[in-house]
């Protein structure tokens, strides 16, 4: 079935991929594609609306990103928000000015026309703006429909081209009516008819990977993360019997991990799951080493030696499943600086495994379409809801050599942190959260006696992409109880510190 969409065209804002989630969000599939694109080009590709991002230029930058002004007279609809909306009144002769000062943050915006973009907005609401330039002067034809104080045209349109222009941003949660307009946008405008479920995902691609694989052999290297659960899953719908995962266990491990991935895809699903014990390989590749780049590199080799070796024994297979979801897609097609992946591990086994053709079940979704793909497929809220985590997992949370004892410490602190992170509720509003085992020891006393042992920091962060992050202000409250339960539960530690660094400066992982 051939789903109607939405082209978003980037122009470089950090919210663009927000923009297409939220597209998607309202059952309507959509593509984000660079500014570059042409007329041509989006005629060809005959999206039902289109819709311009913000971006960090000013439309009279030197080398600013302009747009194909053919793209204006297609008849399709464009929606311009932020420097997309400068940019529909400078290409159409309108004016752009510079203002004095910027606008950021929330403001109280006046709508001041009808319009079908507007329908249940009420005429004062509060949006969220970010932005130097603004509108000036209307280009010919286009109505104001909305301003704010420091905005004489926040909001304009055309109804008969159907080209509208927001300068503040309907996709972040402060905009009240946002996803109100955006919703107008797709469904008034532009006359979506909502066909982007993922119930509907799940059951055509189960049916496109069973015309696709047929009785022929898959081969999928489990990570017990998020993607390559749901990938796996998917493709065993459509392949049973045929699909072989293989789970390598490095040691290096959140506690249960490895018993849960069984449990839920071997025992449960009925897959054929090979789990490959290879914790004492690792344990001796990583003996001495303290360098963390180091210790990620001789992970990352390692595991493509034990998965070679694995897929050997297999023989050749037909397919291999690889988790790619669309973001890392984005990323590779603007041409911008790649993506720090989940599963970089995988990136290197095509080059190990004798196989004919790649399938990547979720190349067209985001990751919480990847979560609703799972949850439609009745995996359960734990395998779903999982926080991302390293490739080299434990090993870059323990500072310098990594030893079964440090491993063990770690692993006990991490699980306390996650269960009272859980029983706060706080799991899903957290990006990630985790232990670290510092290369600290401090003085302490337990009982009535002195104790010299190890440091645990705690970190937890919130982000969209993990390319900055803001420390999380978990409640003094679970981070007490927390930090008391890992002194007094976990076996060489005795002290706990919560780290309130944001990345930038700070990078996520310590290591
Ligand atoms: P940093 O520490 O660079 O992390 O702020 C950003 C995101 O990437 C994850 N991360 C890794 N993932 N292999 C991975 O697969 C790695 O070596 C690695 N290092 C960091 C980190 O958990 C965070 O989500």
């Given at each position: 079935?051939?789903?109607?969409r939405?082209?978003?065209?980037?122009?470089?804002?950090?919210?663009?991929?927000?923009?297409?989630r939220r597209?998607?969000?309202?059952?309507?599939?959509c593509?984000?594609?660079?500014?570059?694109?042409?007329?041509?080009?989006?005629?060809?590709?005959?999206?039902?609306?289109?819709?311009?991002?913000?971006?960090?230029?000013?439309v009279?930058?030197?080398?600013?990103?302009?747009?194909?002004?053919?793209?204006?007279?297609?008849?399709?609809?464009?929606?311009?928000?932020c420097?997309?909306?400068?940019?529909?009144?400078?290409?159409?002769?309108?004016?752009?000015?510079?203002?004095?000062?910027?606008?950021?943050?929330?403001?109280?915006?006046?709508?001041?026309?009808?319009?079908?973009?507007?329908?249940?907005?009420?005429l004062?609401?509060?949006?969220?703006?970010?932005?130097?330039?603004r509108?000036?002067?209307?280009?010919e034809g286009?109505?104001?429909?909305?301003?704010?104080?420091?905005?004489?045209?926040a909001?304009?349109?055309?109804?008969?081209?159907?080209?509208?222009?927001?300068?503040?941003?309907?996709?972040?949660?402060?905009?009240?009516?946002?996803?109100?307009?955006?919703?107008?946008?797709?469904?008034?405008?532009?006359?979506?008819?909502?066909?982007?479920?993922?119930?509907?995902?799940?059951?055509?691609?189960?049916?496109?990977?069973?015309?696709?694989?047929?009785?022929?052999?898959?081969?999928?290297?489990?990570?017990?993360?998020?993607?390559?659960?749901?990938a796996?899953t998917?493709?065993?719908?459509?392949a049973?019997k045929?699909?072989?995962?293989?789970?390598?266990?490095?040691?290096?491990?959140?506690?249960?991990?490895?018993?849960?991935?069984?449990?839920?895809?071997?025992?449960?699903?009925?897959?054929?799951?090979?789990?490959?014990?290879?914790?004492?390989?690792?344990?001796n590749?990583?003996?001495g080493?303290?360098?963390?780049?180091?210790?990620?590199k001789?992970?990352?080799?390692?595991?493509?030696?034990?998965?070679?070796?694995?897929?050997?024994?297999?023989g050749?297979?037909?397919?291999?499943?690889?988790?790619?979801?669309?973001?890392?897609?984005?990323?590779?097609?603007?041409?911008?600086?790649?993506?720090?992946?989940?599963?970089?591990?995988?990136?290197g086994?095509?080059?190990?495994?004798?196989?004919?053709?790649?399938?990547?079940?979720?190349?067209?979704l985001?990751k919480?379409?990847?979560?609703?793909?799972?949850?439609?497929l009745?995996l359960?809220?734990?395998?779903?809801?999982?926080?991302?985590?390293?490739?080299?997992?434990?090993?870059?949370?323990?500072?310098g050599?990594?030893?079964?004892?440090?491993?063990?410490?770690?692993?006990?602190?991490?699980?306390?942190?996650?269960?009272?992170?859980?029983?706060?509720?706080?799991?899903?509003?957290?990006?990630?959260?985790f232990?670290?085992?510092?290369?600290?020891?401090?003085?302490?006393?337990?009982?009535?006696?002195?104790?010299y042992?190890?440091?645990?920091?705690?970190?937890?962060?919130?982000?969209?992409?993990?390319?900055?992050?803001?420390?999380?202000?978990?409640?003094?409250e679970?981070?007490?109880r927390?930090?008391?339960?890992?002194?007094?539960?976990?076996?060489?530690?005795?002290?706990?510190v919560?780290?309130?660094?944001?990345?930038?400066?700070?990078?996520?992982?310590w290591?």
């Open positions: 079935m051939k789903h109607q939405v082209l978003v065209l980037d122009f470089g804002g950090q919210y663009n991929q927000l923009i297409a597209v998607r969000d309202l059952n309507v599939y593509d984000l594609k660079p500014c570059e694109m042409t007329a041509e080009a989006i005629e060809a590709y005959a999206p039902v609306g289109i819709i311009f991002t913000g971006g960090p230029n000013s009279y930058d030197k080398g600013a990103p302009r747009v194909d002004p053919k793209i204006l007279q297609l008849g399709i609809p464009v929606l311009g928000i420097y997309g909306c400068q940019l529909i009144a400078h290409t159409l002769g309108g004016g752009v000015e510079h203002a004095a000062a910027g606008e950021y943050g929330n403001t109280l915006l006046t709508l001041c026309g009808e319009d079908e973009l507007l329908a249940g907005i009420p004062s609401s509060v949006c969220w703006m970010s932005h130097t330039d509108v000036s002067a209307l280009p286009f109505a104001m429909l909305g301003r704010t104080e420091s905005c004489p045209v909001v304009f349109g055309d109804r008969r081209r159907k080209i509208y222009g927001v300068q503040f941003h309907p996709e972040v949660v402060h905009s009240e009516y946002g996803n109100r307009l955006l919703e107008n946008f797709l469904y008034r405008v532009c006359g979506a008819k909502g066909d982007w479920t993922m119930k509907n995902f799940a059951a055509e691609e189960v049916a496109k990977l069973k015309e696709k694989i047929g009785g022929k052999r898959v081969l999928c290297a489990m990570s017990g993360g998020v993607d390559s659960a749901v796996a998917l493709v065993y719908r459509a049973g045929n699909l072989t995962c293989v789970f390598v266990d490095h040691g290096l491990h959140r506690k249960n991990e490895p018993e849960e991935v069984m449990k839920v895809f071997r025992d449960g699903l009925g897959m054929n799951l090979i789990e490959v014990d290879a914790r004492e390989l690792f344990l590749a990583l003996r080493v303290t360098d963390p780049e180091e210790k990620r001789i992970i990352g080799k390692l595991f493509i030696d034990v998965f070679e070796r694995e897929a050997k024994k297999i050749a297979v037909d397919f291999l499943v690889q988790g790619t979801i669309y973001p890392d897609v984005i990323e590779s097609g603007n041409g911008k600086s790649a993506v720090i992946k989940s599963h970089h591990n995988v990136g086994l095509p080059a190990v495994v004798d196989f004919k053709e790649i399938v990547e079940p979720l190349r067209d985001f919480d379409e990847v979560r609703s793909v799972g949850k439609e009745g359960s809220d734990e395998i779903v809801w999982r926080q991302p985590c390293p490739g080299p997992a434990l090993a870059i949370r323990i500072m050599e990594v030893t079964v004892e440090k491993l063990e410490t770690v692993r006990e602190a991490d699980a306390i942190f996650r269960e009272e992170i859980v029983r706060a509720g706080l799991d899903r509003d957290v990006w990630q959260y232990a670290v085992l510092t290369d600290s020891k401090t003085v302490g006393v337990q009982g009535d006696f002195r104790t042992e190890n440091v645990i920091a705690l970190r937890a962060v919130h982000s969209v992409d993990a390319m900055t992050a803001d420390w999380a202000r978990i409640p003094y679970v981070l007490g927390t930090a008391s339960r890992i002194a007094g539960e976990v076996k060489h530690a005795n002290r706990v919560y780290d309130i660094t944001s990345k930038p400066p700070a990078t996520i992982e290591e």
